[in-house]
């Protein structure tokens, strides 16, 4: 076996300040059980969700986002 096949590859972990829409969608689906598609996202993006600068989504400030739009719309 050459060096290269023993070598580990780096695990790329997620930033959760800084997540690509698709994988916010499967983060928030896995511990939501729920069904969340990246055009849900998209659709939140369209409605006034905030977003950094080269498109990808802060989880904190996604989630804070979306507590005042519930509580916005509940009242």
Known sequence: MTRQQHEV???R?????A???????????????HSVTPEM??????????TNADGTI?????CAWLVKEMATRGS
Do not use: F, K
Request: proline share 11%.
């Open 58 to 62: 802060d989880l904190v400030h996604y």
């Open 19 to 33: 997540m690509p829409v698709a994988d916010l969608a499967r983060l928030l689906g896995a511990v939501s059980g």
């Open 41 to 50: 996202i998209e659709t939140d993006v369209m409605m006034g969700a905030p």
């Open 9 to 11: 590859q780096p695990h």
């Open 13 to 17: 972990s997620a930033n959760p300040r």
